[in-house]
């Protein structure tokens, strides 16, 4: 069973702060992706990754940044938070050649 | 640009009935429609997917069909009950050689099925 954890359910940060999401997946999957949820606009990724070291922006890329230094673990920077950034904040992960993505638990990120 | 369109925001179903969800595309180069269920505190789950080859698909009560002319798709939750009471999410995604595959995502639907 494929089981792809996130750091924190709940996170609350100062404007300005930077902050880390980690997301680690146990099913060696080769792609991890990051998107965040926001009411009324569904899904949108931030970055994904499709090997160790390897990443590539997505719809939504400013502000954030990533870091893949393992395979199995897939991290989202925040370089320094901002109101807007408040949001649901989802990781996923995917076997290399298939499309279904297996997704964590969320984080909900707020910033104050 | 919102390239996977989805309606309606939320529906409110009473139980046994219908549910019935849509979606739209502008990319014909897409090739894979998939369907993802959240509940509350959850992430997404695939719920069930169709690739254009064919025009139905049927798992349980739950049907996706196709229509590629029109370039949309829609999810039917046969005799709905309180337990598919969630977000319903479509996507698609195209084939892209040499990177991974991503998903674009409708915006939600927010489904309540009542008693």
């Known amino acids: 069973d494929v089981k792809v954890t996130q750091s924190s359910r709940y996170l609350v940060k100062r404007t300005g702060e930077k902050v880390f999401l980690e997301c680690v997946q146990d099913m060696d999957h080769e792609n991890m992706f990051w998107y965040r949820q926001d009411p009324g606009l569904g899904l949108r990724l931030i970055y994904f990754s499709y090997d160790v070291k390897m990443k590539e922006k997505g719809d939504i890329p400013e502000g954030y940044s990533v870091s893949r230094e393992k395979k199995e673990r897939f991290s989202l920077i925040l370089e320094s938070a901002s109101t807007n950034q408040t949001s649901m904040y989802l990781c996923?992960?995917?076997?290399?050649?298939?499309?279904?993505?297996?997704f964590g638990p969320g984080t909900r990120l707020t910033v104050t | 640009q919102q390239q996977v369109k989805q309606s309606p925001q939320s529906l409110i179903v009473q139980k046994g009935g219908i549910s019935i969800i849509n979606c739209a595309y502008e990319?014909?180069?897409?090739?894979?429609f998939p369907w993802y269920q959240q509940f509350p505190g959850k992430g997404p789950a695939l719920l069930i997917a169709i690739r254009p080859d064919v025009s139905e698909k049927k798992e349980g009560r739950f049907t996706i069909s196709f229509n590629k002319s029109a370039k949309q798709f829609s999810l039917h939750i046969m005799d709905s009950q309180p337990g598919d009471s969630a977000t319903y999410f479509c996507a698609a995604s195209m084939d892209s050689a040499g990177t991974a595959s991503k998903l674009t995502f409708g915006t939600g639907t927010r489904l309540q099925v009542t008693l």
């Open positions: 996923a992960s995917s076997s290399w050649g298939r499309d279904e993505q297996y």
């Open positions: 990319n014909t180069a897409f090739d894979y």
